[in-house]
């Protein structure tokens, strides 16, 4: 774990998917996700969070919220490695050693916070980095499909043996061998999620700069190593990071530093479409198929005085380093 980072960040996620859902509703039989008022499609901050959890624990980061786990089990063992060990004493101190504990054992802790007074208690933590839902650009129109699966799982109760299956088998009509399904997808949707890197809150939680490569390397990669036939083609098509770096004389040194970890500019100049980035539809008489449909323009002489921007559409640790650009 590095040093906390100094620079606010913001970013926007441009995503797409094709013929597949990218987010299913449970209370709406799994079909895509999609705002009743206007037909926009959009995908849940608990989607793309479990998405750069997957690709970083890959990547070689500890995790803390996994699948098939129980969360209190590292809570429990945070108190027996940090200083006393466990005493079964939920004091202020020793909350406290646990919480620090976790927060340098799992990056998705240092990155998202969480909630941790569960179990043998290692409080809260309000982590820097927070993903808005994602919303689709053009309306997006889920359309249902009836599926057939050429077997059944029936649970047969009286089949003891291999011979048992065997004949029940046997005994079956054909057409009782096969059950209907139903899946739900879209055609296509470009999607554009908004996030928000505090450097205030990292002081307390440790998240640095190798904790920001590998969440922008995780934003960029997270569908490649996310594959699904009900996802259809996933792809994260550019991100667009705005760094704070301070706007007054170069000479005041703490005065930038001050400013770049509180923000030169409120969030919504920055992301607000038709503000620095600029999404449009080049065809609007006929729906949107693909990516190469939408012109996507960033506009670095937008930017406000003491903000600078980086566009990426690959993870390239160079480009990280050199490829700011502003007024």
Same mark, same amino acid.
């Given at each position: 774990?590095?040093?906390?980072?100094?620079?606010?960040?913001?970013?926007?996620?441009?995503?797409?998917?094709?013929?597949?859902?990218?987010?299913?509703?449970?209370?709406?039989?799994?079909?895509?996700?999609?705002?009743?008022?206007?037909?926009?499609?959009?995908?849940?901050?608990?989607?793309?969070?479990?998405?750069? $959890?997957?690709?970083?624990?890959?990547?070689?980061?500890?995790?803390?919220?996994?699948?098939?786990?129980?969360?209190?089990?590292?809570?429990?063992?945070?108190?027996?490695?940090? &200083?006393?060990?466990?005493?079964?004493?939920?004091?202020?101190?020793?909350? @406290?050693?646990?919480?620090?504990?976790?927060?340098?054992?799992?990056?998705?802790?240092?990155?998202?916070?969480?909630?941790?007074?569960?179990?043998?208690?290692?409080?809260?933590?309000?982590?820097?980095?927070?993903?808005?839902?994602?919303?689709?650009?053009?309306?997006?129109?889920?359309? &249902?499909?009836?599926?057939?699966?050429?077997?059944?799982?029936?649970?047969?109760?009286?089949?003891?043996?291999?011979?048992?299956?065997?004949?029940?088998?046997?005994?079956?009509?054909?057409?009782?061998?096969?059950?209907?399904? $139903?899946?739900?997808?879209?055609?296509?949707?470009?999607?554009?999620?908004?996030?928000?890197?505090?450097?205030?809150?990292?002081?307390?939680?440790?998240?640095? &700069?190798?904790?920001?490569?590998?969440?922008?390397?995780?934003?960029?990669?997270?569908?490649?190593?996310?594959?699904?036939?009900?996802?259809?083609?996933?792809?994260?098509?550019?991100?667009?990071?705005?760094?704070?770096?301070?706007?007054?004389?170069?000479?005041?040194?703490?005065?930038?530093? $001050?400013?770049?970890?509180?923000?030169?500019?409120?969030?919504?100049?920055?992301?607000?479409?038709?503000?620095?980035?600029?999404?449009?539809?080049?065809? &609007?008489?006929?729906?949107?198929?693909?990516?190469?449909?939408?012109?996507?323009?960033?506009?670095?002489?937008?930017?406000?005085?003491?903000?600078?921007?980086?566009?990426?559409?690959?993870?390239?640790? @160079?480009?990280?380093?050199? @490829?700011?650009?502003?007024?």
């Amino acid at each position: 774990m590095s040093n906390p980072i100094q620079n606010r960040y913001e970013f926007l996620l441009i995503f797409d998917c094709k013929d597949g859902n990218p987010n299913g509703d449970p209370d709406s039989g799994n079909a895509p996700r999609v705002d009743p008022e206007d037909g926009h499609g959009l995908v849940s901050d608990v989607a793309i969070k479990r998405r750069i $959890r997957n690709y970083a624990q890959a990547a070689g980061q500890q995790i803390f919220v996994q699948h098939g786990t129980n969360l209190n089990r590292p809570i429990f063992e945070a108190h027996e490695k940090s &200083e006393g060990g466990f005493t079964g004493a939920k004091t202020k101190d020793k909350v @406290g050693a646990a919480r620090d504990w976790m927060c340098k054992q799992f990056f998705d802790v240092r990155t998202f916070g969480a909630v941790m007074s569960t179990g043998a208690n290692a409080g809260q933590v309000r982590g820097p980095v927070q993903i808005t839902f994602a919303r689709s650009v053009s309306p997006i129109f889920a359309s &249902e499909f009836s599926i057939t699966r050429g077997a059944v799982a029936e649970d047969v109760k009286n089949a003891k043996t291999m011979t048992d299956w065997l004949r029940w088998e046997a005994e079956q009509p054909e057409d009782k061998l096969r059950t209907m399904g $139903r899946k739900s997808q879209i055609s296509y949707g470009l999607y554009i999620a908004k996030g928000f890197i505090s450097a205030h809150l990292a002081q307390g939680t440790g998240f640095g &700069e190798a904790d920001l490569k590998v969440l922008l390397e995780s934003l960029l990669n997270m569908y490649e190593h996310d594959r699904s036939a009900s996802k259809g083609q996933m792809s994260t098509r550019k991100l667009i990071v705005f760094k704070h770096v301070g706007n007054t004389d170069p000479g005041n040194t703490e005065q930038n530093k $001050r400013q770049a970890m509180l923000g030169c500019a409120p969030a919504h100049q920055l992301l607000d479409l038709g503000q620095v980035v600029s999404v449009r539809l080049l065809d &609007e008489s006929r729906p949107p198929r693909h990516f190469s449909d939408y012109e996507v323009l960033a506009d670095a002489s937008k930017l406000p005085k003491g903000v600078r921007m980086l566009e990426l559409d690959y993870w390239d640790e @160079g480009r990280f380093a050199n @490829g700011w650009v502003g007024v």
